[in-house]
């Protein structure tokens, strides 16, 4: 996609979320009328409660996407400090060790363990986000350590260390901005992965927790009413697959320094 | 690899054993729903009366139940949690298996026809957004649309739709590393050297490089398994099949922890097996027994 192609969706999908937006602040959400159906005074219907499929929906798709960007943030952090430190351990054996560990971990059903986890734990959108971002460094980290291993055999970092450089002076002037963007680029390639976890708690019941809503937990509501009050689930489907393809089209710059 | 080979099996044997250890740290911790860890996962039929008993006691005799299946019994329906899992997951194989078969051979068929055709390259550039949409927006779809043409629930149709909504993203992950390992491939000097020694292409393949190929098949085994046992009751609760997405849903709102501990320790022990195994098959399969 081209940079003014990118540019224009973007602005779009802001302008698309601010008029919605202006919808939820000035809609009636709470009302009497229980699965009503789309109106001129509720545009998508109101649900089981009688509020507002629309406003409920912007809502749950703030509080998804806030959480989408917090768990990527939180999830680069981590794993730029676990794969750091794995590229960085001398010991051979701790490091073989390690990446054994989180090599492991990729083929552990994460979800079914963070989700068993979050059981025992108790339910509420702080706490997933938290899981997550446990649940998915190790992945990451993976990553980092690859990207840092394959720099440290570049000439750059290898003159610099022959000329009496410690190895942390090299990582943190030469090879923390050599791998930089192509680990942010790979942080940002991680957020539809994200939304879908997120996803998959909160039709769990596990994130989000009423009378706020989440878009997991209106498609898990609406789902006995499928012919009979299809707005319910409906529109935060739409929602949710706009969401995710704004998220996969990455900014330009980004798709730039990938390529 | 033998290295490899045994930290796997070591870290599967403590994840085994974190399982019960997990709600008794946090019983321990007082963190949150200690009673009904105690009642459910447990299974403590008095369990006021063992509250005292030493972590070390409680946690060995789990164990012990566990290392014969013994998750307890649900605490909704009163059956064996073992046996709920047993049969949800031979109805849940019935969508997991042409599942990772629709993914293999579509993704390998696009895959090739990619190298083949620019024009599949420009649609797949075109069309790559659609696999990263979650797959429930497309099983709602499809479930609206089978209830809609009045297909039954137990009707085959609804568990092919069902596999081919849960491929498409494993189909998107093949795709990408089919073409890219006939690219590394084709480029290599080990393929060049055989060219040169007079090789055709299709030998060279049929002879040397299928084993690459297949090790990276393997591979994906694996994740495909681990996203497919992840996501199963997004497209199982839409579509009305009766697996282990609606049973692993339904207690969790019940919460009816020897279910969930079932479902999680069996996941956990049937995709370790299935890694090591492919682990071993990857060590007999590979040339250059060295993994990076």
Request: charge should be positive; proline fraction near 4%.
């Amino acid at each position: 996609m081209c940079k003014s192609n990118a540019i224009m969706m973007g602005f779009a999908a802001a302008a698309m979320m601010f008029g919605i937006g202006v919808y939820a602040v000035a809609v009636d959400s709470e009302t009497s009328v229980i699965l009503g159906p789309p109106s001129s005074n509720h545009w998508f219907g109101t649900d089981l409660a009688g509020r507002d499929v629309l406003a409920q929906t912007f809502s749950a798709s703030l509080i998804a996407i806030l959480t989408v960007a917090g768990v990527a943030i939180a999830v680069h952090i981590c794993g730029f400090i676990v794969g750091g430190i794995l590229a960085q351990t001398q010991n051979r054996v701790l490091r073989d060790m390690l990446a054994s560990f989180v090599n492991y971990w990729l083929t552990v059903p994460t979800l079914l363990v963070a989700i068993f986890v979050m059981i025992l734990l108790g339910s509420g959108q702080v706490k997933l986000a938290v899981v997550l971002s446990v649940a998915l460094t190790p992945s990451q980290a993976l990553y980092v350590y690859a990207r840092i291993s394959e720099a440290q055999k570049q000439p750059f970092a290898m003159v610099k260390r022959a000329y009496g450089f410690s190895r942390l002076q090299v990582f943190f002037s030469d090879l923390m901005p050599y791998v930089h963007s192509s680990i942010w680029s790979y942080t940002l390639s991680r957020l539809p992965e994200i939304l879908v976890m997120d996803l998959a708690f909160n039709y769990l019941g596990l994130g989000v927790q009423p009378p706020q809503a989440s878009l997991g937990r209106m498609l898990f509501a609406g789902l006995p009413f499928m012919f009979s009050a299809w707005w319910i689930w409906v529109v935060p489907l739409a929602f949710l697959g706009a969401i995710a393809i704004l998220l996969t089209l990455r900014p330009y710059k980004v798709r730039a320094m990938e390529a | 690899m033998k290295q490899r080979i045994t930290y796997r099996l070591l870290l599967l044997l403590l994840t085994l054993a974190m399982i019960p250890a997990v709600p008794l740290f946090i019983i321990l911790s007082g963190v949150n729903s200690a009673e009904y860890v105690m009642r459910g996962t447990l299974n403590l039929s008095e369990a006021s009366s063992k509250q005292n008993l030493q972590f070390g006691e409680v946690y060995i005799d789990l164990l012990g139940r566990m290392a014969v299946l013994d998750f307890g019994q649900s605490t909704a329906t009163g059956q064996p949690a073992r046996t709920i899992v047993a049969s949800s997951l031979a109805e849940s194989a019935k969508v997991i298996l042409p599942a990772m078969l629709i993914a293999y051979v579509i993704g390998t068929l696009v895959g090739v026809g990619i190298q083949m055709s620019s024009l599949i390259g420009q649609l797949m550039r075109w069309l790559r957004f659609t696999f990263f949409i979650p797959i429930i927006v497309f099983a709602y779809l499809l479930a609206y649309l089978l209830s809609y043409a009045g297909v039954s629930s137990i009707s085959p149709l609804r568990y092919l739709v069902a596999g081919a909504v849960l491929a498409i993203f494993p189909t998107y992950l093949v795709i990408q590393s089919v073409n890219r390992t006939i690219v590394d491939i084709s480029s290599s000097k080990f393929f060049q050297y055989h060219l040169a020694m007079g090789f055709s292409t299709p030998d060279a393949w049929a002879r040397f490089c299928w084993r690459l190929l297949a090790i990276d098949y393997l591979s994906f085994a694996v994740h495909m398994l681990v996203f497919m046992f992840g996501f199963l009751y997004f497209v199982e609760v839409p579509l009305g099949i009766e697996g282990m997405g609606p049973r692993f849903v339904s207690s969790i709102y019940r919460y009816d922890y020897p279910v969930i501990v079932g479902f999680c320790s069996i996941a956990v022990l049937l995709i370790g097996v299935i890694g090591f195994l492919v682990d071993m098959a990857r060590s007999w399969l590979d040339p250059r027994k060295v993994y990076v």
